[in-house]
């Protein structure tokens, strides 16, 4: 892996949509809060940060998910988000995504590359 990566847990850690794993990113120079989570198979990363005001989306630690455990939601305001995408799918968010974070699994460890506005 490059010297640019920074590991995140073992892949082990993400169980299919089950809890999500945060950790600390940077974004824009500066340190923010993130996390992430397994859903159809594949690791997908965001800032934690809804995208109708800034605050947490998690209700318990690594709980983001919603009670059928397809979309993310926001505890505070029950903005909803596509866990593939983080596209906007009701909710007070206005259409407005989850920030997404460039993660890689490799080597039974996910990796966090930055954000995909780098």
């Excluded at 939601?73 to 009701?90: E, F, P, R």
Aim: hydrophobic share 35%; aromatic share 10%; glycine share 12%.
């Amino acid at each position: 892996m490059a010297e640019d990566t920074c590991l995140i847990c073992a892949a082990a850690d993400l169980e299919e949509a089950g809890k999500g794993v945060r950790f600390e990113a940077e974004y824009f120079g500066e340190a923010a809060p993130a996390f992430v989570l397994r859903f159809q198979g594949k690791v997908h990363a965001y800032l934690n940060r809804c995208a109708h005001v800034p605050m947490e989306l998690d209700w318990r630690e690594g709980e983001f998910f919603g009670l059928e455990r397809r979309d993310l939601i926001c505890s505070t305001h029950g903005a909803s988000y596509a866990a593939d995408t983080g596209k906007c799918l009701g909710g007070p968010c206005g259409n407005t995504p989850l920030v997404k974070l460039r993660v890689k699994e490799h080597g039974g460890s996910v990796y966090y590359l930055g954000s995909e506005d780098d």
